[in-house]
């Protein structure tokens, strides 16, 4: 399997590559009042989801950090949450303790597995073994049980939840057909995506709108109560909000972790001024990163993270606006 180290650069990606995503985990939500129980516990309104849609969210404490970033895709019989394997040992405990008091079940999918399709070939690929239809909608519910989403930049690219035998499949057929890499892949694309979720090293450290994720429809203002969401209210209303996500791009001898300062120099001198979310490392030591920082963060300002020494960073410019928190 191949790793993000012997790409130079996500233009070198192949025609056609399989991310099995291993180190992300499936959570399923069943019951017949997933909905409502959801619905109190998410920043999404899922009463306006159907079978085959989906949606990013965050689940919150009381105090409005986010526990987890999390993908949430709709199914006839279930509710399913993708997110960071390492995360979950953290985050589920908290979610399950109010399902005590509804009825629903909250546990690891084991119907159901995710793989990633990228490169410019994967549409004419999903069109031609899987459906065609399929690579015009952003999420598609097909008659297999196979819901497929079409990712954001920086490439073209697919997560795929699958029933299990239907993934097996699909795996055995491409395996003479595409380059198959591990996730470290997958989470470079989704750094340039300007996504970032959380893992254990940084659940309970910020606020959804520091992840910037009111840009990314993962949040309604509309919809009610839920866990975290005075918080989640006031940053929109009352401006309490200074910080965002950004990607910073440069050079390093070893790849930034989750959680790692990051610094400015200001008057010959670093400052503090935010922390790492997510970084990558392509094998010629270009690194880049997903940093929580001031919104009023210049993008002239040279940045290092303070844990590796000699590493330089740069602003890069998001591909997608900033909305108001």
């Given at each position: 399997m191949l790793t993000l180290s012997q790409l130079e650069n996500i233009s070198q990606l192949p025609d056609l590559v399989l991310c099995p995503l291993?180190?992300?985990?499936?959570?399923?939500?069943t019951g017949e009042d997933r909905v409502t129980f959801l619905q109190g516990q998410l920043t999404c309104d899922l009463t306006q989801l159907s079978p085959g849609e989906q949606t990013l969210a965050a689940h919150c404490n009381p105090q409005g950090k986010a526990w987890t970033i999390a993908r949430v895709i709709i199914l006839a019989d279930r509710i399913l949450l993708t997110q960071p394997s390492s995360v979950s040992a953290i985050q589920l405990p908290e979610l399950k303790k109010y399902a005590a008091f509804s009825k629903v079940t909250i546990e690891q999918e084991t119907e159901y597995k995710i793989l990633g399709l990228a490169g410019r070939k994967s549409a004419e690929y999903i069109a031609e073994e899987v459906d065609t239809a399929a690579t015009h909608d952003t999420s598609?519910?097909?008659?297999?049980?196979?819901?497929?989403?079409?990712?954001?930049?920086?490439?073209?690219?697919?997560?795929?939840?699958?029933?299990?035998?239907?993934?097996?499949e699909l795996v055995q057929d491409l395996e003479g057909k595409a380059e198959i890499f591990d996730d470290s892949l997958w989470n470079a694309m989704n750094?340039?995506?300007?996504?970032?979720?959380?893992?254990?090293?940084?659940?309970?450290?910020?606020i959804p709108q520091m992840l910037n994720l009111q840009a990314l429809n993962g949040i309604s203002f509309t919809k009610g109560c839920y866990i975290g969401q005075e918080t989640v209210a006031r940053a929109k209303y009352?401006?309490?909000?200074?910080?965002a996500?950004?990607?910073?791009?440069?050079?390093?001898?070893?790849?930034?972790t989750a959680g790692q300062t990051v610094e400015v120099l200001l008057n010959n001198n670093w400052k503090r001024v935010g922390a790492v979310v997510s970084a990558?490392?392509?094998?010629?030591?270009?690194?880049?990163?997903?940093?929580?920082?001031?919104?009023?963060?210049?993008?002239?300002?040279?940045?290092?993270?303070?844990?590796?020494?000699?590493s330089?960073?740069?602003?890069?410019?998001?591909?997608?606006?900033i909305a108001e928190d």
């Open positions: 291993n180190s992300w985990d499936l959570i399923s939500i598609r519910l097909l008659e297999t049980g196979t819901v497929l989403i079409k990712q954001p930049y920086p490439s073209l690219r697919y997560l795929a939840v699958m029933k299990n035998d239907v993934a097996d750094i340039a995506a300007g996504v970032g979720f959380l893992t254990a090293e940084t659940s309970a450290q910020f009352r401006g309490a909000n200074k910080r996500m950004f990607i910073l791009t440069g050079r390093s001898s070893e790849c930034p990558s490392q392509y094998g010629d030591g270009h690194i880049e990163v997903l940093a929580v920082l001031p919104k009023d963060t210049n993008p002239e300002d040279i940045f290092q993270i303070k844990e590796l020494e000699g330089t960073l740069y602003y890069a410019p998001l591909p997608y606006q």
